[in-house]
């Protein structure tokens, strides 16, 4: 069985820091890795995804993510945070058929 | 741009009722899927169906059905609503292969009284 862990329900960060939201997942054979973000009221939009390759992978709106396979680990960063970054994060590993999604990460970006 | 339309933002309805929502893609994929979105509990995955007339279940099948006659159009029921499937419910649609991203809906906020 797949599993994805967010460690934190809530990062706090001050607008123009650096901001990482923390993934670790549990899969048999090779992760197929991804990073949703949902605005209030909205669905979820699709960040980046790890499908092989190199590590570091960039995204959306100056998202990236680093898969680390011995931390089977892939950490969303952003060098400097906005406030419009305010949203609700999800990481989520495909190893079959089906996404399992991580319990999301509240990001707070404040000015 | 892919567009995945559910019928409803909002909908309300009395225990017992059966209770459909309705997805539309219109981008000609293969998979839909069926979330559910709970706090702190992440989307957990109702069903799933790769082709017309084809589903599987997901991780929380109880309590839904679906239905897809056709390609664009993937439909979960509700036979008989109870007040624990009051939820955010997701649709989702993606090409065939593992890697691809699936892409959402805006939601349905669903309450059951």
């Known amino acids: 069985a797949q599993s994805v862990a967010q460690p934190e329900d809530q990062v706090n960060v001050a607008e123009g820091n650096p901001l990482t939201v923390k993934c670790t997942y549990s899969?048999?054979?090779?992760?197929?890795l991804f990073w949703y973000v949902q605005y209030p009221n909205r669905g979820l939009q699709f960040l980046l995804k790890?499908?092989?390759?190199?590590?570091l992978v960039k995204g959306s709106y100056g998202f990236e993510a680093e898969f680390n396979k011995s931390q089977t680990s892939f950490h969303l960063k952003k060098p400097s945070a906005l406030v419009s970054d305010s949203a609700l994060y999800f990481c989520?590993?495909?190893?079959?058929?089906?996404?399992?999604f991580g319990g999301g990460t509240r990001l707070m970006v404040k000015p | 741009d892919v567009k995945v339309t559910q019928s409803s933002r909002y909908l309300v309805k009395r225990t017992g009722e059966k209770v459909f929502l309705e997805c539309v893609q219109d981008?000609?994929?293969?998979?839909m899927f069926w979330y559910r979105q709970d706090p702190g509990l992440g989307l957990r995955l109702i069903y799933f169906?790769?082709?017309?007339?084809?589903?599987e279940k997901g991780d929380i099948p109880e309590g839904y059905s679906v239905s897809r006659e056709k390609k664009e159009r993937f439909s979960l029921i509700l036979e008989s609503a109870s007040t624990n499937q009051t939820s955010m419910y997701l649709c989702?649609?993606?090409?065939?292969?593992?890697?691809?991203?699936?892409?959402f809906g805006p939601g349905t906020r669903l309450t059951v009284l």
């Open positions: 981008m000609d994929h293969e998979n």
């Open positions: 790890y499908i092989t390759g190199d590590n």
């Open positions: 989702a649609s993606s090409l065939v292969t593992v890697y691809n991203e699936q892409f």
């Open positions: 899969v048999s054979g090779n992760p197929y």
């Open positions: 989520a590993v495909n190893a079959g058929n089906m996404l399992t």
């Open positions: 169906s790769y082709d017309v007339k084809m589903k």
